[in-house]
T-cell receptor, first 112, second 117 residues
Framework: QKEVEQNSGPLSVPEGAIASLNCTYS??????FFWYRQYSGKSPELIMS????GDKEDGRFTAQLNKASQYVSLLIRDSQPSDSATYLC????????????FGKGTLLTVNP | GAVVSQHPSRVICKSGTSVKIECRSL??????MFWYRQFPKQSLMLMAT?????????EQGVEKDKFLINHASLTLSTLTVTSAHPEDSSFYIC?????????????FGPGTRLTVL
């Protein structure tokens, strides 16, 4: 069974700090990796996708992928209180139906 | 780009009634749409995968006769909760995939909060 594991948190960081969110996955043939942000009572919002080993930066967000170790991480620089949310890691292991396997999410709290 | 809408955003109904939820991709064609359910403080649970013009594929444990899915066009999928009961009260969220253009990225609608009295 394909699994995606995340630390449920809560992860608490002070405003301005770097928040580091981690995710591991079980299916070695996984090809596509996503980070979504979900505010309480709202639906998930795509933050980043990453497909190749290494880092991918978009503004304050950096996704890191290491396929050999089967982990993907998300760094949030200069964390803001508005970043407080649950962050979902999602993995696609291939196949024609584009189905994603989601982790249970990490709750991030950024303290002013 | 990649906007997905859902209607209604909130619905309250009596036990035994049926409720239809629409999911539309507004600025792209979605070869595949997905329906999720999320209970309070719990993770997303995939209910079914919907492909345009074909029958939906339901996840294990999801009753296909209770949750009817129709994907009639490349921009519209509907979920009908038949004979709803209080235990069906949940947050229902759809997502859409643009196909080859967007690889396997899923874009989520804003969700529909269903309350069954």
């Amino acid at each position: 069974q394909k699994e995606v594991e995340q630390n449920s948190g809560p992860l608490s960081v002070p405003e301005g700090a770097i928040a580091s969110l981690n995710c591991t996955y079980s299916d070695r043939v996984s090809q596509s990796f996503f980070w979504y942000r979900q505010y309480s009572g709202k639906s998930p919002e795509l933050i980043m996708s990453i497909y190749s080993n290494g880092d991918k930066e978009d503004g304050r967000f950096t996704a890191q992928l290491n396929k050999a170790s089967q982990y993907v991480s998300l760094l949030i620089r200069d964390s803001q209180p508005s970043d407080s949310a649950t962050y979902l890691c999602a993995v696609n292991s291939g196949g024609s139906n584009y189905k994603l396997t989601f982790g249970k999410g990490t709750l991030l709290t950024v303290n002013p | 780009g990649a906007v997905v809408s859902q209607h209604p955003s909130r619905v309250i109904c009596k036990s035994g009634t049926s409720v239809k939820i629409e999911c539309r991709s507004l600025d792209f064609q979605a070869t595949t749409m997905f329906w999720y359910r999320q209970f309070p403080k719990q993770s997303l649970m995939l209910m079914a995968t919907s492909n345009e013009g074909s029958k939906a594929t339901y996840e294990q444990g999801v009753e296909k006769d209770k949750f009817l899915i129709n994907h009639a066009s490349l921009t519209l999928s509907t979920l009908t909760v038949t004979s709803a009961h209080p235990e069906d009260s949940s947050f229902y969220i759809c997502s859409a995939n643009p196909g080859l253009a967007g690889r396997d990225t899923q874009y989520f609608g804003p969700g529909t909060r269903l309350t069954v009295l």
